[in-house]
C-alpha cells in the first residue's frame, strides 16, 4: 500500500456563526426576539439602545435652551421688585421651615396638626393588590376550621397538596402514606372528609365518584328508585348511569341504558339532565389562568386603495454602536493588543446583529406583501375568499427558498381588518371544484362551510358526514366523507350521534 497526495477541488456550504445567527433570529417569534437582544445588549459593550426619542429630544433641547435665555432676558427687569415683594409677604418660620417637615405633617380636618403615621402601617403594594384565591387555599381555609386533630390535618394537607387543577386526587392512597407514619385507613377516613368541603366534588378519585359526591348533595329527586328509599338519588336511575353507564351515556345510547336498567328511554333522558348539571372539573373556578395578549409583528392596512405592510417596532430595542468605544478605537486609544482585539470582535458581533435585524424585517415586509398579494380578496371579503397557497408559490414570487418561508411564518402575527391572524393561516390545502375543475378553494373556507352547516342544523337530527358531502358538492365541493369527518374532528365539532338533542 503506497501513501501519496492527491488534490481535488470541490465545493462545500459551509454555515458561518453569523450566518447560523441570523437565521437563528429570523425565526424567533416577537418575544423571542425582544429577549435575544437584551441578551446582546448585555452581553456586547459596543452595542447600546437608541432610545425613540432621542432625536426629538436634541432638537427640543436647542428650542428650550432659546426660550429659556428669553425668558430670562424679559425677566431680569422685573426680578429684583418680585423678590422684594416676595420677602416682605412671606413669614421668616415659613421660608426657614424644610420640605421634610412640611410633607412629614399630617393635616386633619379641623385644622389640628399631629404627627404622620410611620411608614411601616401602611400595606406594601403587593398587599393592596388583588389575587384570587386557589383551590389549595380554599380548601386549607375550611381544614383549619374542620375541627379534625392535628394529626388528621397533617393528612388532610397532603391530600390537597396532591389534589390537580381540576380538583381530582390522581394518586393512590397507599402511595401518598408510603414514607410516613400515617395510615392508609386514616387517609381514606380524611379523605372523606375533604369530599364534604366546597366545591362539591373535589378530592374525588375519578369522574363516576366526583359526579356521585353532587349527587349526594342534590337531595330529593322524583327519578323514581333502584331498590333505594322512595324519590331519593342515592340508588336511583342517575346513579346507576353514573356508576355503570358513563360510556353508553357519552355515546347518547339512551336505549341500551334503557334496556340495561329496565326503564323506558324518556326515564333515562331526564335523569341525563340532572346529570348535565354537575361539575366534571369542581376545580375548574378555581383555575388562574392567564391570558397573554398577542402583538402583532405588522399590521395590514388599505392606504388609498392599496394594500400596505407596516413593520410593528413598537417595544423592540433601537440599537446602533456606542459612540464612545467608535470613538475610542478611531483615535487608537484602545490599549494593549488583546483589549484591541476583543473590541474588533464585539464591533464585528455588533454590526452583525444591526445588520441582521434589518436584514429580518426587511424579509418579513417582502413575504407578507406577497401574502398580500395572493390573499387581496381574502383582505377585501373575508374567510369565504381565502384561496390556496404554499410555501413554494410565495418562494417563487420574492425569489427565496422554501425554508426560509417557512421560518418567516413562523410564529408572526399579523393584524388587519379581518382580526389577529398568525401567518401559517394563510397556508392551506385546496379542494377541487366541481364547476371549474382547474380552480381550487381552500381547505379553510371549506371548513368554515361545515361549521356553519352544523350550527344551522336541526338539533333533533343533526347532518351525518355524507350529508354534510352532499350538501358541500351542491355549492360546487368535491370531497370525500372521510375528509369532511377529518376537518369535523380538527374544528373540534362532536359526531351527528353525539350532536343530537332530544325535546
Known amino acids: 500500500m503506497k501513501l501519496r497526495f492527491d488534490l481535488k477541488l470541490s465545493q462545500k456550504l459551509i454555515m458561518t456563526p453569523q450566518l447560523q445567527q441570523a437565521i437563528k433570529l429570523l425565526q424567533l417569534s416577537r418575544l423571542e426576539l425582544q429577549q435575544s437582544l437584551t441578551q446582546h445588549l448585555m452581553e456586547n459593550p459596543l452595542l447600546e ?44 418660620e415659613a421660608s426657614a421651615a424644610g420640605w ?5 405633617s399630617d393635616r ?43 394529626r388528621d390535618k397533617a393528612i388532610g394537607r397532603s391530600i390537597i397538596g396532591n389534589l390537580d387543577d381540576d380538583g381530582y386526587l390522581r394518586m393512590s392512597l397507599a402511595e401518598m402514606v408510603s414514607g410516613t407514619d400515617f395510615t392508609e385507613v386514616e387517609a381514606e377516613s380524611v379523605l372523606k372528609d375533604v369530599q364534604s368541603f366546597d366545591p362539591t366534588g373535589v378530592a374525588a378519585r375519578d369522574l363516576a365518584e366526583c359526579l356521585l359526591l353532587q349527587i349526594g348533595h342534590l337531595g330529593k329527586s322524583s327519578m323514581g328508585s333502584l331498590g333505594a328509599r322512595p324519590g331519593a338519588l342515592k340508588g336511583s336511575i342517575v346513579e346507576a348511569i353514573v356508576l355503570h353507564h358513563l360510556k353508553d351515556l357519552e355515546k347518547k345510547q339512551y336505549a341500551k341504558i334503557a334496556k340495561a336498567l329496565d326503564v323506558t328511554v324518556e326515564e333515562v333522558f331526564q335523569a341525563t339532565k340532572v346529570i348535565e348539571v354537575l361539575e366534571p372539573k369542581p376545580g375548574r373556578p378555581f383555575s388562574n389562568t392567564q391570558n397573554y395578549v398577542i402583538v402583532p409583528d405588522v399590521f395590514v392596512v388599505k392606504n388609498e386603495g392599496e394594500w400596505v405592510v407596516v413593520l410593528n417596532d413598537d417595544g423592540l430595542p433601537r440599537m446602533r454602536i456606542s459612540p464612545y468605544y467608535k470613538q475610542l478605537m478611531g483615535a487608537g486609544e484602545s490599549g494593549s493588543a488583546e483589549t484591541k482585539a476583543y473590541l474588533d470582535e464585539k464591533l464585528r458581533a455588533a454590526q452583525w446583529v444591526i445588520r441582521s435585524i434589518e436584514q429580518r424585517n426587511k424579509t418579513i415586509v417582502k413575504v407578507v406583501s406577497s401574502i398580500v398579494k395572493f390573499q387581496e380578496q381574502f383582505f377585501e371579503k373575508g374567510v369565504q375568499h381565502l384561496k390556496p397557497l404554499v410555501l413554494k408559490q410565495v418562494a417563487e414570487d420574492i425569489g427565496m427558498h422554501e425554508s426560509t418561508i417557512s421560518r418567516v411564518t413562523a410564529n408572526k402575527y399579523m393584524y388587519c381588518p379581518q382580526g389577529m391572524l398568525e401567518l401559517k393561516f394563510f397556508f392551506n390545502a385546496g379542494l377541487q371544484r366541481a364547476d371549474q375543475p382547474s380552480d381550487m378553494m381552500s381547505s379553510v373556507t371549506v371548513r368554515e362551510m361545515i361549521r356553519i352547516m352544523v350550527a344551522e342544523e336541526d338539533p333533533s337530527h343533526p347532518l351525518k358526514d355524507e350529508e354534510i358531502a352532499a350538501r358541500l358538492l351542491t355549492k360546487q365541493v368535491v370531497i370525500a366523507r372521510r375528509t369532511v369527518a377529518k376537518y369535523r374532528a380538527e374544528e373540534h365539532i362532536p359526531s351527528a350521534t353525539q350532536r343530537k338533542r332530544f325535546f
Open 100 to 104: 421634610e417637615e412640611y410633607f412629614g
Open 108 to 150: 386633619r380636618i379641623g385644622g389640628s396638626e399631629s404627627s404622620s403615621s410611620s411608614q411601616d402601617e401602611f400595606p406594601s403594594y403587593e398587599q393592596t393588590m388583588a389575587k384570587t384565591a386557589s383551590l389549595e387555599d380554599h380548601l386549607l381555609w375550611q381544614l383549619s376550621f374542620s375541627g379534625l386533630s392535628e
Open 49 to 92: 439602545e437608541l432610545p425613540t426619542e432621542a432625536e426629538d429630544s436634541e432638537a427640543g433641547s436647542v428650542e428650550e435652551k432659546a426660550e429659556e435665555e428669553a425668558a430670562s432676558a424679559s425677566s431680569e427687569s422685573t426680578g429684583a421688585e418680585e423678590s422684594t415683594a416676595e420677602e416682605r409677604d412671606t413669614p421668616d
